[in-house]
């Protein structure tokens, strides 16, 4: 079995994870989020990692990604890291995957990296209006991470958009799709869907293409 890597890009609150979400639901994929790659940050206090800048690819552990990846497409299993954004740092759990036909990659890092363009000859960037990324980040921090309206207004403006526009967005010309983060979220998974089947070709047809 050959393995296919998608991976999806997008800046914060662009929809990405959704997009995911719904093309996984449709070809039974399984979604490696590069969140879960964030650096363990054991070694600080809760306060320190506060003032840690997450919206650079160095606080990712990029190294381990792409281990862990070639790990897969050599047809051997991974214990993916989870992250506890409650207390940010790396929890203590790990999650089994073993190898797919076809892996999502969703993150803000997406595209950043060289060594994972190239395994990946499908790149999806997902492009989405600053004020609706905002808008949904807000509503994720404050009710499924425990953040204030103050500490994600602050930080957005502070960290998350500055590095959207130095790291982020420029990684959209290294996809081969961009789809919008407005669009219905059917419409925009079927454009990824029939991107997907030119590289993959399954026995049946995706659902709903």
Known sequence: MQTHFVPIAGGTGSGK???ARAVAAQIHSPIISIDDYYRPLDH?????REKVNFDCPDAI????????LQTLLEGRPIELPQY???R????????HLEPAPVILIEGIFAL???ELNQLCPIRVYVETPKLLRFQRRMERDVSER???IEEVTHRFHSHVNP??????????????LIVSGVEPIEETSGHVLRHIQTVWKPEERLARV
């Not at 600080?44 to 320190?48: H, I, L, V």
């Not at 552990?61 to 862990?68: Q, R, V």
């Open 17 to 19: 994870t959704t997009l």
């Open 44 to 48: 600080m206090t809760f306060e320190e």
């Open 61 to 68: 552990d990029h190294d381990l990604l792409i281990l862990h």
């Open 84 to 86: 506890d954004f409650t």
């Open 88 to 95: 940010h740092t790396r929890a203590p759990r790990q999650e």
């Open 112 to 114: 950043c990296w060289s």
């Open 146 to 148: 425990g953040r204030s």
């Open 163 to 176: 590095m959207h526009e130095l790291y982020v967005e420029p990684t959209k010309h290294e996809s081969t």
